[in-house]
């Protein structure tokens, strides 16, 4: 275990210390800010040290609060129990107690291991019971503290493809609820956070939420502070957003069958969404070269030889026409600059041969005007498998 001092000399705020859980991401780090900010000191306890590290460093520069760092993975048996021992070796008491920690398999529960199912428990459930059973005597001995457990707004309904974690976090909210009724009186409050879906790796990683519009989506920050409120005002239940309340409050009024059916319908639309279209490979700009300025006498002698070239393309296709091969006299008069063409020929004054001359090259107009175009190519979806504490 590390410490951190703050600027203000390393002494004790006196308003005690708050453990937090999964402090190193997500909600589990804007909770350390939150309590940070009203002048608590931190026991930051995750698996990533580095990111404690610096989490340490910061609310103690930022708020003058000492927060020290547990590198430790909850998912090990045990964990809580050695965070528990460490604190009481150091002679650190514990005021208040954020279970935070959590992780989430997507899938169908027949195809996700039994091992990933067993590791959500043991972090959702086990070590979350586990340390709440630990420091909670110390608390009802001094006659005050504050216990923050992390649940979710899964925790009202059950969730196809999730199935393990609402069930987990159905579990947090009642031990939370019955554990508030049993310390009334005791100085110390239970308070169950639930969440919706929140701007974290977590949600961002899920294919699930990517159905949800982006507006009822909310920010880690948010939701802590509502959190951190709610716990230190001694409320049983927080659930952040208006949308949220409105459904946690509906779905216990209708019956279960429903409920149900109202849990299945983000599997649904998840499996409806049309796979996403491969992203378009990015379009250069390129700056067009001006054109080499041309004389007015070559501009002429370009225009002279091309109609020369037509008129012998003419006669040729004439003589297709009739069978004729009569020579055509071609006289080419120039006044000023603007050559004039005039093409004699036998079959020129034919009757029909102008009309057939003019179909021919009006076929073959229409026929270089027909475009093709190639069919576009579908991008597939990548599949990630992801877990998170």
Do not use: W
Request: charged share 20%; net charge positive; with cysteine.
């Amino acid at each position: 275990m590390s410490e951190r001092k703050g600027a203000a000399g390393g002494a004790n705020s006196g308003k005690g210390r708050a453990l937090v859980t999964g402090a190193s991401g997500g909600i589990g780090r804007e909770l350390a800010r939150a309590f940070a900010s009203r002048g608590y000191d931190l026991i930051l306890a995750a698996r990533n040290e580095e990111a404690l590290a610096a989490l340490a460093q910061e609310l103690g520069a930022a708020h003058a609060v000492r927060a020290k760092t547990m590198a430790v993975d909850i998912s090990v048996p045990g964990a809580a129990e050695a965070i528990f021992e460490a604190l009481e070796r150091a002679g650190v008491a514990v005021e208040i107690l954020v279970n935070n920690a959590g992780i989430i398999f997507e899938g169908d529960f027949a195809s996700i291991a039994l091992e990933n199912h067993l590791r959500l428990l043991q972090i959702n459930v086990v070590a979350l019971t586990s340390l709440t059973h630990l420091f909670l005597p110390a608390m009802i001995a001094r006659g005050g503290g504050r216990i923050l457990n992390v649940a979710s707004i899964a925790a009202f309904m059950p969730i196809p493809r999730l199935a393990t974690y609402p069930a987990a976090k159905a579990y947090v909210l009642s031990l939370t609820e019955s554990l508030s009724q049993e310390l009334s009186g005791t100085g110390v409050t239970a308070t169950a956070l639930c969440p919706g879906l929140t701007d974290t790796a977590m949600v961002r990683g899920s294919h699930m939420a990517k159905v949800v519009p982006a507006p009822m989506i909310m920010s880690p920050k948010e939701v802590a502070e509502l959190g951190c409120t709610a716990c230190l005002k001694g409320e049983t239940i927080c659930v952040p957003g208006l949308a949220n309340r409105a459904l946690t409050s509906g779905v216990q009024l209708l019956p279960r069958a429903l409920v149900r059916s109202i849990g299945g319908m983000a599997t649904i639309a998840a499996a409806a969404r049309p796979a996403p279209v491969a992203a378009h490979k990015p379009i250069e700009l390129v700056e067009a070269k001006a054109e080499p300025q041309t004389s007015q006498v070559e501009k002429g002698s370009a225009l002279t030889r091309n109609i020369e070239a037509l008129s012998v393309t003419t006669e040729a296709l004439l003589r297709r026409l009739d069978g004729t091969r009569a020579p055509a006299a071609i006289v080419a008069e120039t006044q000023g600059s603007r050559p004039k063409t005039k093409v004699r020929s036998a079959t020129s004054r034919r009757p029909g041969a102008k009309g057939a001359l003019r179909k021919a090259s009006g076929a073959g107009r229409a026929r270089s005007t027909g475009f093709a175009q190639a069919p576009g190519k579908a991008g597939m979806p990548a599949h990630a498998e992801r877990q998170l504490s």
